[in-house]
């Protein structure tokens, strides 16, 4: 299972960190990604990482502003987000893959778990 908080409202400028609780199985061999999705608009990719060996990736639009990043004892994976802007409020969400390849791990279609989301919302 996963479990995705520490959505809320914040001004644009400002920052805010997500976690996402595992529980229920090992995700050591699992990559873990985190997706976003706006009112009348697809889900989109947002970050990933592998939870062995801790490689990461960005979508363009969060890279330099974002970091994801985990905590092995906590089985916790964390998205820090700093220099938020109106257009990234969403819901976001938590995910794991098994084995999913680094070429794959952009496709919201190569993962097997997801987390119930938690709201962002950034105001101009």
């Known amino acids: 299972q996963l479990q995705a908080y520490g959505g809320g409202l914040v001004q644009a400028g400002g920052s805010l960190r997500l976690s996402c609780a595992t529980s229920?199985?090992?995700?050591?061999?699992?990559?873990m990604g985190w997706f976003r999705q706006a009112p009348w608009k697809e889900r989109e990719f947002v970050a990933a990482?592998?939870?062995?060996?801790?490689?990461?990736t960005y979508a363009d639009s969060v890279k330099s502003r974002f970091t994801i990043s985990k905590d092995n004892a906590q089985n916790t994976v964390y998205l820090r987000m700093n220099d938020l802007k109106p257009e990234d409020t969403a819901v976001y969400y938590c995910?794991?893959?098994?084995?999913?390849?680094?070429?794959?791990?952009?496709?919201?279609?190569?993962?097997?778990?997801w987390g119930q989301g938690t709201q962002v919302t950034v105001s101009s």
């Open positions: 995910a794991a893959g098994y084995g999913i390849i680094w070429t794959s791990m952009q496709l919201s279609r190569a993962y097997d778990y």
């Open positions: 229920g199985r090992p995700f050591g061999r699992y990559v």
């Open positions: 990482i592998k939870w062995s060996g801790g490689s990461t």
